[in-house]
Structures are given as C-alpha cells and as structure tokens.
C-alpha cells in the first residue's frame, strides 16, 4: 500500500495529539470491529475552534486523517468546522488508498460529533449536525466514499 509524503508525515509527526481538561466540546467515534477510534477535543471561544487535540487508536491512515483534520479546524468558526468532510481531509493528505478512505470518514464524524457535545452543552440546537455511529455501523448519513471495510478484509 503506497501512501503520499503527507500521510507519512502527519502519521509520523501528528499535530495536536492530546487530551484537554477542559474541552468546550469532546467526540468519540469508531468501534472496534473496525479497529480504529478517534476522540476530538475541541476549546471553543466566541464560537471560534482556538484548540484542538486528537486521541485515535488505529492505523497510520486513521492517525493522518485526525492529524489533518485537526489542522483543518483550528482557528475556524464552528459553523465552518461542521462543513468538513471527509473529501476534503482524503485530499489534504493528498489522497488515501481506497481501503482507508474510512479513516477520513471517522475524522469527519469525530469533529461532527464534539461539535454536536458542545451545543448540547450550550443548549444549543444540534438537528443540522449529521449523526453517524462509525464506519462500521451501516448508517444512513451520506459520505463521499464506499465502505470497502468489510469483516475479513486485509488491511
């Protein structure tokens, strides 16, 4: 499996891997039947994203797309954070081989999904916020790739 010069390096030299005591916001996506589980934290001011910190356990690809992500929102109004998709994470990193374009679908639903806490904690609405339970989990929330993560697939 060949990957680009900037999943290598986001792999090898994650940005904003970390935990935060006190988060605005936190999202946990990811099962283990897929194997890889990402945790987001966003510190959120003015509803401006100032800090962003990532834990994932997985593959190098799973560590890429956080890293990337992280990257992505930091600094960003919320509403603008909530419009990243997983595409645009694929192609920061300059693409993912197809068997990992899951990997970027976790990082899309884990800034969904901290987002979604801190409106919740806020009383804020969270209708508009796609909900989706992991790449293994069959929903109905439309990503930009195929599955291609079945039971038994090498990795």
Do not use: W
């Amino acid at each position: 499996m060949l990957y680009s010069e900037k999943v290598m390096d986001h792999f090898l030299n994650p940005r904003n891997v970390g935990t935060m005591d006190d988060a605005s916001g936190v999202g946990e996506v990811g099962n283990a039947k897929c194997g890889d589980i990402m945790k987001i934290y966003l510190k959120i001011d003015n509803d401006v994203i100032t800090d962003v910190k990532f834990n994932t356990f997985g593959c190098g690809s799973a560590i890429a797309s956080s890293s990337m992500a992280t990257e992505m929102i930091k600094g960003k109004p919320v509403e603008e954070a909530l419009k990243l998709t997983n595409k645009a994470v694929t192609e920061a990193l300059d693409g993912l081989p197809p068997q990992k374009i899951h990997c970027s679908v976790l990082a899309e639903e884990a800034v969904q999904a901290a987002i979604a806490d801190y409106r919740k904690r806020n009383g804020l609405p969270v209708d508009d916020i796609p909900s989706c339970n992991g790449c293994c989990s069959g929903c109905s929330h439309e990503h930009d790739h195929m599955h291609g993560h079945d039971e038994g697939e090498d990795e």
